[in-house]
């Protein structure tokens, strides 16, 4: 079977206004163009994969149901964008309050969500995409081998440099992401 590439999406702050802990639909918002850089992405036909850390259930601040009944309300929101949202995988840990994040694989910016993500549904991460709002993001992009976007709108606050930490592209908003993608994919030259 060959392999397919995605794009990797993180949740608050990217996708979604951030709000803390929030996993109420009706205070689900898309970020500033994030719907319609979904419909642009939904043009390229590769799967769509949020990747999350949530965690306000190991604080107790909600369950997994009410995290399920957010995602549900998110595939709604991508397909009112003309999307559809492949997966959702979330790290359900806190660091440092928790001490077995140190065993922990799946909260970004490790990229276990990432590398689970590709085994369930057959991901080239090789040629796959990373758009986030944090360094954190692009760090756990880049372990897992994608081209990361950095989406620049004010929520990366602690700027802690390194190598993994530099993102391939950086963009003001998603639209903007979701166009250096399509620019790239379909030209294969790179995206101002």
Same mark, same amino acid.
């Given at each position: ?6 794009? &990797? ?8 206004? %951030? ?5 109420? !639909? ?23 994969? /949020?990747? $999350?850390?949530? !965690? ?8 997994? %149901? %009410?995290?399920?009944? =957010? ?5 709604? =929101? ?17 660091? !440092? ?5 140190? @065993? ?17 549904? @057959? ?36 700027? /802690? ?12 908003? &998603? ?11 379909? $030209? ?5």
């Amino acid at each position: 079977m060959a392999l397919s590439a995605a794009i &990797f999406l993180d949740k608050d702050g990217t996708l979604l206004v %951030d709000v803390p802990y929030n996993v109420e !639909p009706a205070r689900m918002r898309f970020a500033p163009r994030a719907a319609e850089g979904l419909a642009v992405l939904a043009q390229l036909g590769r799967p769509l994969i /949020v990747v $999350s850390n949530q !965690p306000g259930i190991a604080l107790g601040k909600f369950g997994y %149901d %009410d995290l399920y009944r =957010m995602v549900g309300h998110l595939r709604l =929101m991508f397909a009112e964008a003309g999307a559809e949202l492949t997966a959702f995988l979330f790290c359900p840990h806190d660091a !440092p309050l928790q001490a077995s994040v140190e @065993a922990c694989a799946c909260r970004k910016p490790a990229p276990g969500l990432l590398l689970e993500a590709a085994h369930r549904h @057959a991901i080239d991460l090789s040629q796959s995409w990373m758009i986030g709002d944090i360094l954190n993001d692009v760090e756990a992009g880049r372990r897992a081998g994608c081209t990361t976007v950095l989406i620049n709108n004010g929520n990366e606050t602690e700027w /802690v440099p390194g190598p993994l930490r530099t993102p391939h592209y950086v963009v003001r908003d &998603f639209l903007e992401a979701a166009r250096c993608i399509m620019a790239f994919e379909t $030209s294969r030259e790179a995206c101002e």
